[in-house]
């Protein structure tokens, strides 16, 4: 059976063939023709795929992403700035994304911008939850999230315009050329002015001149097991937002004179067959920071160099797996134009492993950094059961190593008053995971449901903490000694023909021991339904989202509730026509650092396609 529900749109099959087929665990994450069903996963595995964002047409990816199972997205402020990806409750730097097999993350901060990706039709995105294979170098124990450009498998082209509220425009041309090519071209710009109203305290205020300005130009040359990348991403974003004066008991929006500009340019070529994978890859991430009025320009700079690859060997009844992970990394950090630091990483990490593909399956994956001192294995094991036809039980243990971020060593920046450093002395975290799955996958039965329970311990916590000293506040990493991470998470999933009906639901619950407050900003409870209707002529998508209070470290919040609808009209001529309102509950922006809530917006689309071209 081709589980169509662990992407919503596979198609029904037989289900008797499912416990014969076996993938290499690393095509959980990697770009190949072998399309993964999430009851084969060896992890929590949520998908989104291309239907979905088709009929849902998000406007960000705050938007796309909110109350998924287990997936929070935590941005530092308007649309268009940092916007990093939390799973299960873990920091942003243990979620590693990828964009076709290829790793986005660097080591200078780890933590990624969403912003800087573009919103196209991809294929699938998936999002693997816990410990993951030790294929992946380190083995992060948040997970790992891999977006899936569009396959080249059909000659097409297509020019699309959107616009909406608050100057939201976006311009985007792609053309894919198959056969003899097996070329995809794709540009897009985006830009938004951010005059949005905010609701903060109290005080109605509007941010002005808060825009910003994305550019994507992207190509992608593949054939049946090889495929090669080049990437080219600017974002610039201003800096501006509420704060509160609680001397006087009033609030203002900083001057927006800041701009950040953000940027990465990735090439990667990656070979891949049924037996064996290999990812080559180039990344320049950089960062450029000015506000002339407060201190200096700045920016951070880190060129990676990265080569991951996996074999698998067929012996007997079972499989063995041998694979690695070079790589090096040069960071500079400017303030004007004085170098202030400079830090160099490089790892080079084997793993070995095995599995026995039977109705009940063991395996085992074990991995070393031989260039790290440290005496710590990062280790996945467990074991899966198919107890009949249409389930599958699990039970996974994992162990991973976190060693400091560069950014969390070396980073220093100084305002009137305040002090941002890293420290030098940070212990790595290690950590402990438990996920015990169960998963229903009925035969001839539109249904999917899975329902998954995890738990995280964890020492030599790393947290940023503020202190006092004299009159000066100092911001920097520490530390704990304990932390741990539980809940649990739902998914059923039910459709047929052209309609499909996703539930949701994430418990979480993060504490540092010590102090016994929540660790980052996630609600204990989010809820999401979505209903999807699409045929040739008309699409619709109907998304619902709740999220409980978080406990900060100051204060509980409130609850959130989030409505999009969307809709396009298909065929017309060749034009559709797609209109999507977002945030139906909430009118304007309520100020709630760290929660994705976008105020509410419209955006109107057209897109013109032919499928035949003549280059």
């Known amino acids: 059976m081709k589980l169509f529900m662990a992407i919503i749109l596979t198609q029904m099959g037989g289900i008797k063939d499912t416990i014969k087929e076996y993938v290499f665990p690393t095509y959980e994450i990697t770009s190949t023709p072998y ?43 308007n649309q268009g700035m940092l916007s990093t990806s939390i799973l299960r409750g873990n920091s942003s730097k243990e979620t590693y994304l990828f964009l076709d097999g290829f790793r986005l993350n660097t080591k200078r901060v780890e933590s990624f911008n969403l912003s800087i990706l573009p919103i ?175 201190y200096d320009t700045s920016y951070y700079q880190s060129l990676s160099l990265r080569s991951s690859g996996g074999y698998k060997i067929n012996l007997w009844k079972s499989k063995i797996h041998i694979g690695y992970e070079g790589y090096r990394e040069d960071i500079k950090v400017f ?34 950094d031989i260039i790290s001192k440290e005496k710590f294995v990062p280790i996945k094991s467990g074991l899966s059961i ?67 329970s995890f738990r995280k311990n964890s020492k030599d916590l790393i947290e940023w903490i503020y202190y006092l000293k004299g009159d000066t506040f100092i911001y920097e990493p520490k530390n704990f000694s304990k932390g741990y991470l539980k809940g649990y998470e739902i998914e059923t999933k039910i459709g047929k023909r052209n309609l499909f009906l996703n539930i949701f639901y994430t418990y979480t619950d993060a504490k540092n021991l010590k102090e016994n407050r929540r660790i980052y900003y996630i609600p204990w409870n989010s809820l999401r339904t979505e209903i999807i209707f699409d045929n040739d002529k008309f699409s619709s998508g109907i998304s619902y989202s709740y999220n409980s209070k978080r406990l900060t470290p100051q204060i509980i919040k409130g609850d959130i509730s989030i409505l999009n609808f969307s809709f396009k009209i298909k065929k017309i001529y060749f034009f559709d026509l797609g209109f999507s309102i977002y945030n139906l509950l909430n009118k304007n922006y309520e100020f709630i650092p760290g929660y994705p809530i976008e105020g509410r917006n419209f955006k109107i689309g057209i897109e013109m396609k032919k499928e035949e071209i003549w280059f």
Not at 40 to 59: G, V
Not at 148 to 160: D, E, G, M, V, Y
Not at 242 to 262: G, H, K, Q, V
Request: glycine share 6%; no cysteine.
């Open 120 to 294: 196209i039709n991809y294929e699938r995105i998936e999002i693997l939850k816990g410990g993951n294979s030790a294929f992946f170098g380190e083995g992060p124990s948040g997970g790992i999230i891999n977006f899936i450009t569009p396959s080249i498998n059909k000659r097409f082209a297509s020019l699309k315009t959107e616009f909406g509220s608050f100057g939201y425009n976006l311009q985007e041309f792609i053309f894919n050329l198959s056969y003899e090519y097996n070329l995809l071209f794709l540009f897009s710009r985006t830009h938004k002015d951010g005059n949005d109203l905010v609701n903060f305290r109290g005080f109605k205020l509007k941010r002005e001149n808060s825009d910003f300005t994305k550019k994507t130009f992207l190509i992608k040359h593949s054939k049946e097991n090889y495929e090669q990348i080049f990437l080219f991403s600017e974002n610039k974003s201003g800096i501006t937002g509420p704060l509160y004066d609680f001397y006087n008991d009033s609030a203002y929006i900083l001057t927006p004179n800041a701009r950040e500009n953000d940027e990465i340019i990735l090439y990667g070529i990656g070979f891949s067959s049924e037996n064996y994978y290999f990812r080559n890859q180039i990344l320049r991430d950089r960062t450029y920071f000015s506000n002339p009025d407060f």
């Open 35 to 77: 399309l993964e069903e999430s009851h084969k996963s060896k992890s929590s595995m949520t998908y989104i795929n291309s239907l979905q964002i088709n009929a849902l047409n998000p406007i960000s990816f705050e938007n796309l992403f909110l109350s998924l199972p287990g997936l929070f997205i935590l941005p530092s402020g």
């Open 386 to 452: 198919y107890l009949n036809e249409i389930s599958k039980f699990s039970f996974i243990y994992s162990k991973s190593l976190k060693e400091p971020t560069s950014f969390e060593k070396i980073y220093y920046e100084e305002y009137p008053g305040f002090i941002i450093r890293g420290n030098e002395n940070l212990k790595s975290e290690k950590s402990e995971g438990y996920d015990i799955l169960f998963k229903i996958f009925p035969k001839n039965i539109p249904l999917y449901f899975s329902i998954n």
């Open 335 to 368: 303030k004007g134009n004085t170098k202030q630091k400079k830090d160099t990483i490089s790892s080079f990490t084997i793993s070995t492993g095995f599995e026995i593909p039977k109705k009940i399956e063991p395996f085992l994956f074990l991995s070393k």
